[in-house]
């Protein structure tokens, strides 16, 4: 099964409102990423967040990480139509160098 | 313009037959990375480097071969392929911020491998 599993997989909101998505990981990090992913496009980085950190923000994000229960969030505010996309958290773990992947949430924002 | 290129972007190939798909950086990257993204199972880690000539197993390396001779170039070679190898792919490069580990991925914009 995958490190990184995003809860939930999908969700729709109106313009305006606020999206959140949980990743949940199984083994101890050293870092923990969020990217966005337009339909069938490269992925774009949003935001690192390391394991001795517990919240980030950047510009509408806001990330939590709780290593203790070995998940992250991202919140989305004021949603924007722009927004609609895929979000994917990756983790990177402590041994080794890989970097994995969740199965994503998809996010449609209703303008 | 700091980027990652894929060529080619969309192919089309038959079973067994040997091809490459190659991928660049122009940011002095010292990590790079395949992915192949499959619905209903994210994306995985095929093959990553951490530098010129230093080369490493992901997720799912079976069928896939990389070599990395100079920085900036990292191509995937599928020696002889088959359908279960149709997927969308992606390249990633990422700074080794410290010397160590890296950090935030930055991606090619995709190649689509359709075989028959």
């Known amino acids: 099964s995958q490190q990184g599993e995003e809860d939930p997989q999908a969700l729709s909101i109106q313009e305006g409102e606020n999206a959140t998505m949980n990743c949940s990981y199984k083994?101890?990090?050293?870092?923990l990423q969020w990217y966005r992913q337009n339909s069938g496009r490269g992925l774009v980085h949003l935001i690192l967040i390391r394991s001795n950190e517990r919240e980030k923000h950047s510009g509408r994000l806001r990330v939590t990480l709780d290593t203790s229960k070995k998940s992250s969030s991202l919140l989305i505010t004021a949603s924007r139509a722009a927004d609609t996309a895929s979000y994917f958290c990756a983790t990177f773990l402590d041994a080794g160098n890989k970097l994995t992947f969740g199965g994503g949430t998809r996010v449609l924002v209703k303008p | 313009e700091a980027q990652v290129t894929q060529n080619p972007r969309y192919l089309i190939t038959v079973t067994g037959k040997k091809l490459t798909v190659t991928c660049s950086q122009n940011?002095?990257?010292?990590?790079m990375s395949w992915y192949r993204q499959d619905p209903g199972l994210g994306l995985r880690q095929i093959y990553y480097?951490?530098?010129?000539?230093?080369?490493d197993k992901g997720d799912v390396p079976e069928g896939y071969k990389v070599s990395r001779k100079e920085k900036r170039n990292f191509p995937l070679i599928l020696e002889s392929p088959s359908p279960n190898q149709t997927s969308l792919y992606f390249c990633?490069?990422?700074?080794?911020?410290?010397?160590?580990?890296?950090?935030?991925?930055?991606f090619g914009p995709g190649t689509r491998l359709t075989v028959t």
């Open positions: 940011m002095n990257h010292e990590y």
């Open positions: 083994t101890s990090i050293n870092n």
């Open positions: 480097s951490m530098n010129v000539e230093v080369t």
């Open positions: 990633a490069s990422s700074p080794a911020r410290g010397g160590t580990r890296p950090y935030e991925q930055y």
